[in-house]
């Protein structure tokens, strides 16, 4: 028996349980009333648009009937999760929204729908956001939904997200057994169960969680009294250090940068050398 059980605020676990259709499809509707029919995931990779360009990785990239979602699990208050989400945007509206030749009125719908863990508003469980112009929406086309979990009370069963939203809170995974009752939710929790008990992801989902463990450490600290050359060298040799377990233990690269921070040449570059 392991000393600790993941659950879905693992981001590794995250992206693992919801590659399944039938779960994503059913997070989308539970969290963001988002009805899918059809749905394609797309590389989550956002490719730049010159050499001087950033990379961007968001957890999942989505067509859902037709129109672009973007799907992001974030538990640490970095203090930059508006300006990453609005780089997001145009990212992703240059590489999917519109292709060669095609006119502008084409131009596909784009929703970025975040689940966070960390107070972000002081009001609302489910928060959409569009772009206004003195008080008047600018477009219809681009929306960001976001989904507060700390404003779940998993503790009140009456709760409309209350199983769902547990699969992200509760770390009691015997307790969530006994109380789950949705048969999808029973579903993505043996799925669940699975990856904890199997030992070569449950390595992985560690992984995971020390990079998380380290960079909350660091992050506040770093917020406030800014970036120094020492602090952010010996930051750089940790990530680099997780990296390469990560790699050793053959997780997928796109992941690797994205939760260690480092680019995308120096990520092949240490693949290289192991």
């Given amino acids: 028996m392991k000393n600790k059980l993941f659950i879905l605020d693992n981001d590794y676990l995250f992206k693992k ?22 749905l394609e995931y797309l590389n989550s990779e956002l490719v730049k648009q010159n050499k001087d360009g950033k990379v961007g990785i968001v957890d999942l990239l989505l067509i859902v009937d037709g129109k672009i979602v973007i799907l992001e699990l974030q538990n640490l208050n970095r203090h930059n999760f508006k300006e990453r989400i609005l780089f997001y945007s145009p990212s992703v509206i240059a590489n ?20 966070i863990n960390y107070q972000l508003f002081d009001y609302g469980i489910n928060n959409k956001v569009k772009l206004t112009v ?3 929406i600018f477009t219809e086309k681009l929306e960001y939904q976001i989904f507060d979990l700390t404003k779940i009370n998993i503790t009140d069963k009456d709760t409309k997200y209350y199983e769902l939203a547990s699969l992200f809170k509760e ?5 969530l057994i006994l109380e789950t009752k949705n048969i999808l939710n029973k579903e993505i929790l043996d799925s669940i169960k699975r990856y904890n008990f199997n030992r070569e992801e449950y390595r992985k989902m560690e992984d995971i969680e020390k990079l998380m463990m380290s960079e909350t450490e660091h992050y506040d600290t770093a917020y406030r009294i800014g970036k120094r050359e020492g602090l952010s ?10 990296a390469k377990n990560l790699l050793n ?23 290289e050398q192991i």
Avoid: M, P
């Fill in 171 to 175: 770390k009691n995974l015997n307790k």
């Fill in 17 to 38: 349980i919801f590659s399944n259709q039938k779960y994503l499809k059913h997070l989308l509707l539970n969290f963001f009333n988002i009805k899918a029919r059809k």
């Fill in 233 to 242: 060298q010996g930051k750089n040799e940790e990530k680099i250090d997780i």
């Fill in 134 to 136: 003195k008080n008047k």
């Fill in 96 to 115: 999917h929204c519109l292709t060669s030749g095609e006119d502008y009125d084409k131009l596909k719908e784009i929703k970025v729908c975040a689940i």
């Fill in 249 to 271: 233990k053959n997780i997928d690269i796109d992941l690797v940068i994205d939760v260690t921070g480092l680019t995308k040449k120096q990520i092949e570059f240490l693949y």
